[in-house]
């Protein structure tokens, strides 16, 4: 069983049009402590040691406007490409892998929304994924859940120590994640995310702890909350 790697791509999905968001520009460029969500994202994956190269996928649409809030105010050093997005979440993870350099062997996408991710929980998914293959990060669910039919009717609850909520990094061998979304795009599958590509082929998936402060930026009231977690740190 592999445990070591030779070198760990980033694929930063950012092309979402976050419509939840009801603003005027993508949430991902919303000012969070003065820099844009996206910029606090990549900052993570920059002071990650063992990421190597970053790719950012955006909107078509948002090239200009991603160099001016993103690429000039900051020095990133690792972005090796910028490219753009697909139909939707699962096209433009595919596009960013396109991009990935032939000298890395693992992989890790993350969401541009979730800013608050930090270098170590980013080492530690690549780190599972070398030796188990792929590795999602997640925290335990709090609460219980109720599984219910068409017409709001409970079914079900599941065991509650069972269950995960799911966040990003997930990370991948980059020859796992290749085979996963060529499958995909070849049967016409879609998923929720990158882990259950692989895990309808039978790969091994396993969880890793994040935190419950690696939210995703969704709502206006995720901004907030965003602020108050970043003000406590410092």
């Not at 990133?76 to 979440?89: C, L, M, P």
């Not at 017409?151 to 290749?178: A, C, G, H, Y």
């Amino acid at each position: 069983m592999r445990t070591t790697f030779k070198q760990a791509s980033a694929i930063i999905v950012a092309a979402g049009k976050g419509s939840r968001m009801k603003t005027n520009i993508n949430k991902q460029y919303l000012l969070l402590m003065d820099k844009p969500v996206l910029a606090h994202t990549i900052d993570a994956f920059e002071k990650c040691d063992c990421i190597s190269e970053i790719i950012v996928v955006i909107n078509k649409n948002e090239l200009d406007y991603f160099h001016e809030s993103i690429i000039k105010p900051n020095n990133f050093s690792k972005i090796t490409e910028v490219t753009q997005g697909g139909e939707d979440r699962q096209a433009s993870v595919f596009n960013g892998l396109s991009c990935v350099s032939p000298l890395s062997d693992m992989v890790a996408v993350h969401d541009g929304a979730r800013p608050l991710v930090t270098p170590e929980i980013i080492q530690r998914s690549v780190e599972v994924a070398a030796v188990h293959g792929v590795a999602c990060v997640g925290v335990p669910v709090k609460d219980t859940i109720k599984k219910v039919d068409a017409s709001q009717n409970v079914k079900q609850t599941p065991d509650r120590s069972l269950l995960w909520t799911i966040q990003t990094p997930q990370t991948f061998r980059k020859e796992i994640l290749l085979d996963a979304h060529q499958n995909a795009d070849i049967s016409g599958f879609r998923g929720t995310d990158d882990s259950v590509l692989a895990e309808r082929l039978g790969y091994n998936v396993r969880m890793v702890m994040g935190s419950y402060t690696n939210i995703k930026i969704t709502t206006a009231e995720d901004i907030v909350f965003a602020k108050s977690i970043l003000q406590n740190q410092y």
